[in-house]
């Protein structure tokens, strides 16, 4: 069955220093999605990218973040210069069509800032 | 603001009794509402949906309830057994609005007992 793949599972990076977060969506899949998760609190949006750009942001998406889709197979977050409160579980979703119900997750990046 | 919440962050089942699981919403807005499961070290697991011009549907085990006079959403699993101990989190969207964007409630852990 196909799925979403993230690297690295964890990630450990000092504030101020700058990360990208990787993830392969399903090969056929056109809608791309970036949520977060810290410790004990609820998943949140970031961002949706279709068709090589940004469809929607969330106000957490601010300018140290920022999504790329550098190959036909990548799709990428980084985050310019991390703070503490970037620490959090990032995850990745893809869809085929624009409809919720049919995104996938990945298994997510763990960041954590020191 | 918009939110999705959760009334309890854990229950306790023992296997094989009916697991209930809640969620209540604010946005009125919201016409299409999606349970994940999340076990750990996953991303959250699509596992049934219902839009708003329904007010339950069944799956397999699983049956959403949706009261929409009183903002209240429920996950009924039957028979539970112990693969069903996750994380539970309810996710609204306004499919009118087009947007694959998620709205996460807290999430409520399951524990199944043997």
């Known amino acids: 069955e196909p799925e979403v793949t993230q690297t690295p599972s964890h990630q450990v990076t000092q504030m101020g220093q700058e990360v990208i977060l990787r993830c392969v969506p399903i090969s056929n899949h056109l809608y791309f999605y970036w949520y977060r998760q810290i410790l004990g609190q609820k998943v949140e949006f970031l961002v949706s990218?279709?068709?090589?750009?940004?469809?929607?942001k969330s106000e957490i998406f601010d300018d140290q973040f920022s999504v790329e889709r550098p190959d036909g197979s990548n799709f990428t977050l980084k985050i310019r210069s991390t703070k503490l409160e970037d620490s959090a579980m990032y995850f990745c979703a893809s869809s085929r069509t624009p409809e919720v119900y049919e995104q996938y997750f990945g298994p997510g990046t763990r960041l954590t800032v020191t | 603001g918009e939110s999705v919440g959760l009334h309890l962050p854990t229950l306790s089942v023992q296997e094989g009794d009916n697991s209930i699981i809640n969620c209540a919403y604010s946005n009125s807005a919201s016409d299409y509402f999606i349970w994940y499961k999340q076990e750990s070290g996953k991303g959250p697991q699509f596992i049934i949906d219902i839009r708003s011009n329904m007010d339950k549907r069944q799956g397999q085990r699983v049956t959403v309830l949706l009261n929409k006079t009183v903002k209240h959403l429920s996950l009924q699993i039957a028979a539970t057994q112990p693969g069903d101990s996750a994380v539970y989190f309810c996710a609204e969207n306004s499919f009118s609005s087009n947007t694959g964007k998620l709205i996460f409630g807290q999430g409520t852990t399951l524990q199944v007992k043997p």
């Open positions: 990218f279709y068709n090589n750009e940004i469809s929607e």
